[in-house]
């Protein structure tokens, strides 16, 4: 089976007594790619050529010291981690080595054990970093690209011919479906893309702290209102201002955001000039409001003021083809994000899902949508770290969901469940994996895997 994993610690290690070089490289093996360099000149002659994450430097060497190392090597690579070693450990070295830009010191004499630990603190760091890259380079995918349902086709499609306009757009659907999403999506790939994205959940407040947060208020409009304050709207001025289940706004909320969408013009709560703005709006909603236009819950001119251009993003459920390929995505990102919580040990996490797990993950309706298949991958990113994941790392509120849901669509006179529970017991043991394999599989223990064995009659 093959995981996700970081490259090995690059480690250059510097001290001109050549015995000490040797001994820290010989510790470092195995955990990670070390040479060494006799010199704090010769270090910088083989970081220019090639970069490592951590530079472990002794603190007094003939020429430059391992504090002024420390300011080149920042200098040259902001981002490698450097520790200085010293025989000559007190407060007053390690301020100097911090101030210098050292992330720690070592005191010398150090036991294995100290270098295992400085090992593994440097190893977070720099898998965070990793990370947070992986995650920079990243910026721009959806969790829509690369799916092929005709649904997602449809919202690609959607997206690139409607993003380089200005025009405001209204995304509907099922809670969790991704509306968010599609929204930064469409900022994403707009002239305003260099320019903020600012986010406004419509339920979170109440109706005078949220007019005073997305429009902004003047110094005494209320009680607490010391000073001027800038809404969300002059926030995203020049950019793009995502107003998310705004069929929940007030009716004063409503008459506000509509002469916005006419005039292009705010007021600030206790204010009465205008302030002209640049903003795109882009909004969503799970509330059906032709049917709140109808019950004049919610106002028509400002309806159709939104509904210029609408998308309705179809939920997981009626997108079945694309649950496999997106778990496996989502899983992927969830592994990067918490591999540096995870022991060194352990930094790994499946790179695939097993076909028990994956179909019972077909079978499951998905209420919660794409943000629910997401909480369910980060689940199985933390409990399934380094090893293949089993049905034990799944809710088991799923698992009975699917398994009813499975049950409903089999034929009359199908077979019982204690025979289906043998079949596919029967199924895992022919693989000719080990019973504690076996067990892992089923998502039990070996002893329970034993006792339905002798249950069901199983050889």
């Given at each position: 089976?093959?995981?996700?994993?970081?490259?090995?610690?690059?480690?250059?290690?510097?001290?001109?007594?050549?015995?000490?070089?040797?001994?820290?490289?010989?510790?470092?093996?195995?955990?990670?790619?070390?040479?060494?360099?006799?010199?704090?000149?010769?270090?910088?002659?083989?970081?220019?050529?090639?970069?490592?994450?951590?530079?472990?430097?002794?603190?007094?060497?003939?020429?430059?010291?391992?504090?002024?190392?420390?300011?080149?090597?920042?200098?040259?690579?902001?981002?490698?981690?450097?520790?200085?070693?010293?025989?000559?450990?007190?407060?007053?070295?390690?301020?100097?080595?911090?101030?210098?830009?050292?992330?720690?010191?070592?005191?010398?004499?150090?036991?294995?054990?100290?270098?295992?630990?400085?090992?593994?603190?440097?190893?977070?760091?720099?898998?965070?970093?990793?990370?947070?890259?992986?995650?920079?380079?990243?910026?721009?995918?959806?969790?829509?690209?690369?799916?092929?349902?005709?649904?997602?086709?449809?919202?690609?499609?959607?997206?690139?011919?409607?993003?380089?306009?200005?025009?405001?757009?209204?995304?509907?659907?099922?809670?969790?479906s991704g509306k968010t999403e599609l929204a930064r999506a469409i900022h994403r790939r707009s002239s305003r893309k260099d320019k903020p994205f600012v986010e406004v959940m419509c339920t979170a407040l109440a109706e005078q702290l949220f007019e005073s947060e997305v429009f902004g208020h003047v110094r005494g409009a209320f009680t607490g209102?010391?000073?001027?304050?800038?809404?969300?709207?002059?926030?995203?001025?020049?950019?793009?201002?995502?107003?998310?289940?705004?069929?929940?706004?007030?009716?004063?909320?409503?008459?506000?955001?509509?002469?916005?969408?006419?005039?292009?013009?705010?007021?600030?709560?206790?204010?009465?000039?205008?302030?002209?703005?640049?903003?795109?709006?882009?909004?969503?909603?799970?509330?059906?409001?032709?049917?709140?236009?109808?019950?004049?819950?919610?106002?028509?001119?400002?309806?159709?003021?939104?509904?210029?251009?609408?998308?309705?993003?179809?939920?997981?459920?009626?997108?079945?083809?694309?649950?496999?390929?997106?778990?496996?995505?989502?899983?992927?990102?969830?592994?990067?994000?918490?591999?540096?919580?995870?022991?060194?040990?352990?930094?790994?996490?499946?790179?695939?899902?097993?076909?028990?797990?994956?179909?019972?993950?077909?079978?499951?309706?998905?209420?919660?949508?794409?943000?629910?298949?997401?909480?369910?991958?980060?689940?199985?990113?933390?409990?399934?770290?380094?090893?293949?994941?089993?049905?034990?790392?799944?809710?088991?509120?799923?698992?009975?969901?699917?398994?009813?849901?499975?049950?409903?669509?089999?034929?009359?006179?199908?077979?019982?469940?204690?025979?289906?529970?043998?079949?596919?017991?029967?199924?895992?043991?022919?693989?000719g994996v080990s019973m504690d394999q076996a067990a892992a599989s089923l998502g039990i223990t070996t002893v329970t895997l034993w006792r339905k064995r002798k249950e069901l009659g199983l050889a």
């Amino acid at each position: 089976m093959s995981v996700l994993s970081d490259p090995p610690l690059e480690v250059l290690v510097v001290d001109d007594d050549p015995a000490i070089v040797r001994m820290l490289l010989l510790g470092l093996k195995g955990n990670c790619t070390a040479r060494g360099a006799s010199s704090a000149e010769a270090a910088l002659v083989l970081l220019k050529k090639a970069p490592v994450d951590l530079v472990l430097t002794d603190m007094c060497m003939e020429g430059l010291s391992g504090v002024e190392l420390v300011r080149e090597v920042l200098a040259l690579s902001p981002e490698t981690t450097c520790v200085v070693m010293t025989a000559f450990a007190s407060y007053e070295t390690a301020v100097a080595a911090i101030k210098a830009g050292a992330f720690d010191y070592l005191p010398k004499p150090f036991s294995v054990d100290q270098l295992d630990h400085l090992i593994a603190k440097v190893s977070t760091l720099v898998a965070l970093r990793r990370e947070n890259r992986r995650l920079r380079a990243g910026e721009g995918t959806d969790w829509f690209e690369g799916l092929t349902s005709p649904a997602c086709l449809a919202l690609q499609t959607f997206v690139e011919r409607i993003a380089p306009s200005e025009v405001t757009v209204l995304l509907t659907g099922e809670t969790g479906s991704g509306k968010t999403e599609l929204a930064r999506a469409i900022h994403r790939r707009s002239s305003r893309k260099d320019k903020p994205f600012v986010e406004v959940m419509c339920t979170a407040l109440a109706e005078q702290l949220f007019e005073s947060e997305v429009f902004g208020h003047v110094r005494g409009a209320f009680t607490g209102a010391v000073r001027d304050h800038a809404g969300k709207f002059e926030t995203a001025d020049g950019g793009t201002l995502f107003l998310d289940e705004i069929g929940e706004l007030s009716a004063s909320s409503q008459a506000k955001l509509l002469r916005f969408l006419e005039d292009r013009v705010i007021e600030r709560v206790g204010d009465n000039h205008p302030l002209r703005l640049d903003v795109r709006i882009l909004a969503a909603t799970n509330r059906l409001l032709p049917e709140m236009v109808r019950t004049r819950q919610f106002r028509e001119d400002l309806y159709y003021r939104l509904n210029m251009f609408e998308c309705l993003v179809p939920p997981l459920r009626e997108r079945q083809e694309d649950i496999a390929p997106l778990a496996l995505r989502l899983l992927r990102v969830a592994s990067q994000k918490y591999a540096s919580l995870l022991a060194p040990s352990a930094r790994v996490s499946p790179a695939a899902v097993p076909k028990a797990v994956l179909s019972t993950l077909l079978s499951y309706g998905w209420p919660g949508n794409v943000r629910e298949l997401r909480n369910v991958m980060e689940r199985i990113a933390l409990l399934a770290a380094g090893r293949e994941a089993v049905l034990g790392d799944l809710p088991p509120a799923l698992v009975s969901a699917s398994a009813n849901a499975s049950a409903e669509g089999l034929p009359e006179g199908s077979l019982t469940l204690r025979e289906l529970e043998a079949q596919h017991i029967r199924k895992v043991l022919e693989r000719g994996v080990s019973m504690d394999q076996a067990a892992a599989s089923l998502g039990i223990t070996t002893v329970t895997l034993w006792r339905k064995r002798k249950e069901l009659g199983l050889a």
